[in-house]
């Protein structure tokens, strides 16, 4: 079973429990409905990144779903959380990419986000053989990475909110694959 669609979402949630925080989360991720089962963070050859909404439309309630998660969560008034899933598609679409996920306090949609895309890269590159300075700033090695012409995109879905008095607060990001056996086949 190697998924050939996928898409990107995020959520946030806040409520009095625990557990109910990370459910409202699911909810504005719109994937609630789903048993979700946690993979590593490869990105399947050829795999197509849809959008959210046709990808929700592919799911149905109470299937297993394969995703990846990041989940950051906080019972602390005013402090920043965020979830965030990095992406890096090969060149060659052949060949498989990266997805990766980081949770994180105190840091920005921007710098978790960027932090993200940065390890998704890395990744690739390393498996490619892109010889990189890991020290230099990330915009830096992005152009690096993109100029050695085997990874062609990068990008992130990130989700941060502040802790809220007396409350949970919840935040995913999630990349979720689509069984095969629910993309609708062409007709001919």
Known sequence: MVPTQMFLTRGVGVHKEKLASFEEALRSAGVAYCNLVTVSSILPPNC???????????LNPGEITFCVMARSETNERNR???????????????????????????ETDEETGEYT???AAQMLATTLGVEF????????????????????????ITQ?????????????AFA??????????RRR
């Open 48 to 58: 197509k990144i849809i959008p959210r909404a046709r990808g929700e439309k592919l």
């Open 133 to 156: 300075d890991p020290n230099i700033a990330w915009k830096e090695r992005e152009q690096v990475f993109k100029m050695a012409g085997k990874i062609v995109r990068t990008q992130n």
């Open 117 to 119: 895309e940065d390890l």
């Open 80 to 106: 920043l959380v965020s979830a965030s899933i990095g992406l890096a598609v090969p060149t060659d679409r052949r060949t498989y990419g990266y997805l990766s996920e980081h949770h994180a306090h105190g």
């Open 176 to 185: 979720v694959f689509i069984p095969e056996e629910n993309i609708p086949k």
């Open 160 to 172: 941060s909110a502040i802790g809220k008095p007396n409350r949970w607060t919840t935040v995913v």
